[in-house]
Nanobody, 123 residues
Framework: QVQLVESGGGLVQAGASLRLSCAAS????????MGWFRQAPGKEREFVAA????????GYTDSVKGRFTIARDNAKNTVYLQMNSLKPEDTAVYYC????????????????WGQGTQVTVSS
């Protein structure tokens, strides 16, 4: 079992930055690829970003490329999502995800989910 706890969400104005954190406990963190997803009101949950077990490979959905950066610290069992130039359309609940296989994260078929943290961007 892997437990994932997100933090760092909040209410910000458009153009601001936030950094989300996801702390993992349980089995060896470095054995898992990690990802971030988001779900806006009335919409399906969507993939945002993913990072490989060693951190050498990352991927992003087109709408956040150049603004968001995913990173991980295996010594701290933590994955981060640095979000810059936030827009109102980034408003959503952001979820952390873990799976041993990176392509499964991109496809939304992950083994473990966090409970989510709310990000609200006002215009």
């Amino acid at each position: 079992q892997v437990q994932l706890v997100e933090s760092g969400g909040g209410l910000v104005q458009a153009g601001a930055s936030l950094r989300l954190s996801c702390a993992a406990s349980g089995r060896t963190f470095s054995s898992y690829s990690m990802g971030w997803f988001r779900q806006a009101p009335g919409k399906e949950r969507e993939f945002v970003a993913a990072i490989s077990r060693g951190g050498d490979t990352t991927g992003y959905t087109d709408s956040v490329k150049g603004r968001f950066t995913i990173a991980r610290d295996n010594a701290k069992n933590t994955v981060y999502l640095q979000m810059n130039s936030l827009k109102p359309e980034d408003t959503a609940v952001y979820y952390c995800a873990a799976d041993p296989v990176l392509p499964r994260i991109v496809g939304g078929r992950v083994a473990y989910w966090g409970q989510g943290t709310q990000v609200t961007v006002s215009s």
